[in-house]
């Protein structure tokens, strides 16, 4: 068990809806990250979060937004779904701002399909 | 073009072979994550790396940072190995990981 909790862990959807992931950092850590891994592809980084703020941005569509609350949990949101949304999106979370400098510890992941 | 790639991308191996990972990536770096990604889709980091060696059980992790490469040993496999081995950097330059599309092994007893 890595601590990091995500919810849900499956969730199935049609296209145009909107979703909403939710990630439980480890009790400590100040660094919340989202990836995206879509089938057969590695992980992509989406976004970063440390102490509330956005610290670094990947590849995340318009459609999607990211934030993270006073408590450190974090929520991805999913809007405006596309098949091509599907996938497996991984939280991670570290103690300090760069991943460098602090382990990266994972969710399960929560696995979207878009119907 | 990935900044990292992985070989091989599938390894089967019998139990108890000696297993060899190799990462290659093509950017000035600060760190290096091997991962491991079981079949339910957990992920779980096996090692950090920013130069030498490190080891843990079976497990063994080398880089070399002048040849921009590193690999990952596996000693005596078993089939509990078997899942996908991912290898992730951290360029000087950003905040964020790159990662390996993964190395998928089996491990047959």
């Known amino acids: 068990d890595s601590g990091v909790t995500q919810t849900p862990k499956h969730l199935i959807t049609a296209t145009g809806q909107r979703v909403t992931l939710r990630c439980s950092p480890r009790?400590?850590?100040?660094?919340v990250y989202w990836y995206q891994q879509s089938l057969d592809q590695g992980l992509q980084f989406l976004i970063q979060?440390?102490?509330?703020?956005?610290?670094a941005k990947g590849n995340i569509l318009e459609r999607f937004s990211a934030q993270q609350f006073p408590d450190l949990h974090s929520e991805l949101n999913l809007s405006s779904l596309e098949l091509g949304d599907s996938a497996l999106y991984f939280c991670a979370s570290s103690v300090h701002d760069r991943e460098n400098t602090g382990e990266l510890f994972f969710g399960e992941g929560s696995r979207l399909t878009v119907l | 073009k990935n900044e990292v790639e992985q070989s091989p991308q599938n390894l089967t191996a019998q139990e108890g072979e000696f297993i060899t990972i190799n990462c290659s990536y093509s950017v000035g770096i600060s760190a290096l994550h091997w991962l491991q990604q079981h079949p339910g889709g957990g992920i779980v980091s096996l090692f950090m790396?920013?130069?030498g060696k490190k080891k843990h059980g079976r497990l063994i992790a080398t880089i070399n940072i002048q040849e921009k490469h590193s690999s990952l040993h596996i000693t005596a496999s078993h089939p509990r190995d078997s899942a996908v081995y991912i290898c992730?950097?951290?360029?000087?330059?950003?905040?964020?990981?790159?990662f390996g599309t993964g190395t998928s092994l089996t491990v047959i007893p």
């Open positions: 992730a950097v951290l360029p000087y330059t950003g905040n964020q990981f790159y």
């Open positions: 790396l920013s130069s």
């Open positions: 979060y440390y102490n509330g703020e956005e610290r």
């Open positions: 009790s400590g850590d100040l660094s």
